[in-house]
């Protein structure tokens, strides 16, 4: 027996295109035209749309490091329609990096790392706007560029930058999504000390420093010795700007709370679950706190 049509499903796709419709009005408002086109496939999203699009557009992202994890970053938030990227690398490009440092090319060597990311950008997306600084986050200018920002993007290569791009943070209430990637093994986590967070409860919001203690001594690797897998830091760097793209336009849980680790030998990702300790020495005594 054939299945009677009680025209249910037309009257849900009629709300679904009454909604599209509605939705592309206010679109066709905002935006324009090569932007409606550029950004269509987040337009599409029911977790963006213009809303979140234009809060990407209206976003400020600040980027510590232009290397390997830097350039997916930057490249994915670009691309994206983040309307304000700031830059910060003190290195030039260099040919050894061009092994996994997608946003640079041979045409660049010995040119800021910065000004190279800015060209690349350029060439993709125009309309953003990116500063590009050339000199080290030191802990004064980090206070002003974490200010400045929306969300931080850690993307170095050594704890002491980690460690004040954290505090920075902490200070300032600006969250941060921090990666790592060396030899094989990476791992990408959000620290997230805003207050007034209802998604996660205040124990599951450690600063980067509750993992890692700023007076504890790690022995500093780097890809110049260790190596690093090139694909490596591309899948690091594409979540991080993943996470940075969530936080700005509110798309579901982040990661603060849990650290994601990578054995990329095996392709196997293992989770670990992070509380904030009391002790730290960073977020212990903050108003998020």
């Known amino acids: 027996m054939a299945a009677m049509d009680d025209g249910s499903d037309n009257g849900k796709r009629g709300a679904r295109g009454d909604r599209a419709g509605a939705r592309g009005h206010e679109a066709a408002d905002s935006l324009g035209d090569e932007q409606l086109l550029r950004y269509s496939r987040h337009l599409l999203l029911d977790d963006i749309g213009i809303e979140g699009q234009r809060r990407l557009l209206a976003s400020h992202a600040l980027v510590i490091g232009a290397g390997g994890l830097g350039s997916p970053v930057a490249l994915y938030l670009a691309t994206a329609g983040v309307g304000r990227l700031t830059i910060v690398d003190d290195d ?10 997608v946003a640079h090319n041979l045409s660049r060597l010995g040119l800021p790392k910065t000004d190279s990311v800015r060209q ?4 993709i997306n125009p309309d953003v706007q990116v500063r ?3 000199r080290r986050a030191d802990a004064a200018a980090l206070a002003q560029w974490v ?7 850690d993307c170095s290569d050594n704890f002491a930058t980690r460690q004040a791009v954290n505090a920075a943070c902490v200070r300032a209430g600006k969250p941060l999504v921090s990666g790592a990637a060396i030899g094989f093994d990476g791992q990408v986590s959000v620290y997230d000390r805003r207050p007034g967070l209802a998604r996660e409860s205040d124990s599951q919001r450690p600063c980067y420093a509750c993992l890692f203690p700023p007076t504890a001594t790690y022995e500093e690797t780097a890809c110049s010795t260790m190596g690093v897998f090139a694909p490596l830091v591309g899948i690091i760097g594409t979540v991080q700007a993943a996470e940075a793209l969530k936080l700005l336009t509110g798309v579901g849980p982040s990661l603060a709370g ?5 054995d990329a030998r095996a392709m196997r990702w293992d989770e670990v679950l992070l509380a904030r300790q009391e002790g730290c020495p960073v977020c212990g005594g903050t108003a998020g706190a």
Do not use: C
């Not at 200010?147 to 993007?153: C, I, K, N, Q, T």
């Not at 849990?258 to 990578?262: H, I």
């Open 92 to 101: 030039t490009v260099d040919l050894t990096n061009l092994q996994r440092q």
């Open 258 to 262: 849990r650290l994601l680790m990578l």
């Open 120 to 123: 690349t950008i350029a060439a």
């Open 132 to 134: 590009a600084l050339r």
């Open 147 to 153: 200010a400045e920002a929306d969300v931080v993007l």
